[in-house]
Every structure is written in structure tokens, then in C-alpha cells.
């Protein structure tokens, strides 16, 4: 029988690109570590403000991005079918005075295999949607919808503040907030964020030792 290749940071890194997105990887780090990395990378700021977690836990894939009028949900569901397992769909829409994501969308992503939904506006449904468990993160709540018109665009670029979202950038979200990976930088933001991993882990070793943060970073 022959051995297995042991798994470390490095052979993740070589069966790594831009176009496969190892879940694996990305379940086992977390947004201020990609932060770190891209702040080390002086990578623009790119996290999403005020965006927070409704239901589910992390949420991880290439962007199928919305751009919609909030009282039109109908590109929203568009959008739903045109994405493939895995992806994550980020809708922005021209004001958060109605919701754009609810229970039966969530339930239609959930079922064609989808990594999560970020909404730069308002979603409805909550308790109906953390039952589910899907991973759903907006700027607001609201109880109101509008309706299925489908006259947005579907999988062009967006911006949120002054941050630009394309189709296929990278996005990461978690307890801390939505951060968003250009799909140019991906490979090696992650390897950078790795690297930081590992450095967090040592350090925790030497906390656990009686070293004070103050010897370990060398702070006066």
C-alpha cells in the first residue's frame, strides 16, 4: 500500500489557482487573518461595512454579483439560476427600502448547491432563513419585498462605497464581517494568509510558555 502525501500549507499551495477554490483551506482561516494579508500585500481595503451575518456560519466562493433595483427581486432569482455550486451571490441594490433575499430564495440557493448570499441592502425572513442554516449576510433587515420584475444585470461589475466587486472576485465572510478578494490577487492573498496562520500559531506556543505578547513582538 502506498503512503499518503502528507498534507501541509504547501501542498495545498501547489494544487491551488485561482480558478478552484479548496473549501478546506478556507473553512480554517478566517477574515481579519485574510485582512492581515492583504494589508501585507498592500492590497486595498476591501472590506464590506456595516454587512453583518444573519444566519449560517462562514460563507466562502466566486462572486455572482446583482446589480438591481430594491423593489425587484425577480433578478435576484435570475441570478440564483444562473450561478453554479459553490458560488456566492452578492446583490447590490439602489437603496435598502425593501428586501431582496428571503426564505424561498434561500431555500432555492440552498438546494442548487450555493456557498452563501451577501446582500448590500435588506433581507426578510430571518428565522425562517436561520433554520435553514444558509449563510446569509446583509446590511439590514426589513419586513417588506418588492417584486419579480427582472430588469437588473446579472454578472457585471458593482460597487458598494468605494469598494468595486466583479464577477468571480473571491468572498470571504464570517462572524467579523464580508471581505472581498480580487480574483487577479486570490492566490496569493491565501498563501500570505497561510503564512500568517502559522505565525499566529507560534505565537499562541509562546503565550502558553509565559512569554508576554510584549517579548514575542518585540514591543519597548
Not at 428571503?102 to 431555500?107: A, C, F, M, P, V
Not at 466587486?165 to 478578494?181: A, R, S, Y
Request: hydrophobic residues 35%.
Amino acid at each position: 500500500m502506498k503512503n499518503k502525501p502528507k498534507i501541509s500549507p504547501e501542498t495545498i499551495l501547489r494544487n491551488f489557482s485561482t480558478k478552484k477554490f479548496d473549501q478546506k483551506t478556507l473553512k480554517n482561516i478566517s477574515t481579519p487573518q485574510i485582512s492581515d494579508a492583504m494589508k501585507k500585500l498592500d492590497i486595498k481595503n476591501t472590506s464590506l461595512k456595516g454587512v453583518k451575518l444573519r444566519s449560517g456560519e462562514k460563507l466562502s466562493g466566486s462572486a455572482v454579483t446583482v446589480k438591481t433595483n430594491s423593489g425587484d427581486w425577480g433578478t435576484v432569482v435570475k441570478a440564483i439560476e444562473t450561478a453554479k455550486k459553490g458560488q456566492v451571490i452578492v446583490i447590490c441594490p439602489d437603496n435598502n427600502e425593501q428586501a431582496l433575499w428571503g426564505e424561498l430564495t434561500s431555500r432555492m440557493a440552498q438546494k442548487n448547491g450555493l456557498g452563501g448570499t451577501v446582500v448590500l441592502g435588506a433581507v426578510r425572513d430571518i428565522s425562517a432563513i436561520r433554520s435553514l442554516n444558509y449563510p446569509v449576510f446583509s446590511s439590514s433587515i426589513i419586513p417588506n419585498a418588492g417584486m419579480p420584475l427582472n430588469r437588473g444585470e446579472v454578472n457585471v461589475p458593482i460597487k458598494f462605497g468605494d469598494i468595486e466587486i466583479h464577477p468571480n472576485d473571491m468572498i470571504i465572510g464570517d462572524d467579523c464581517g464580508v471581505l472581498v478578494i480580487p480574483q487577479s490577487r486570490y492566490y496569493e492573498v491565501i498563501k500570505e494568509t497561510i503564512n500568517i496562520k502559522e505565525q499566529e500559531k507560534k505565537i499562541s506556543e509562546k503565550i502558553e510558555k509565559g512569554f508576554s505578547l510584549s517579548e514575542i513582538l518585540g514591543i519597548n
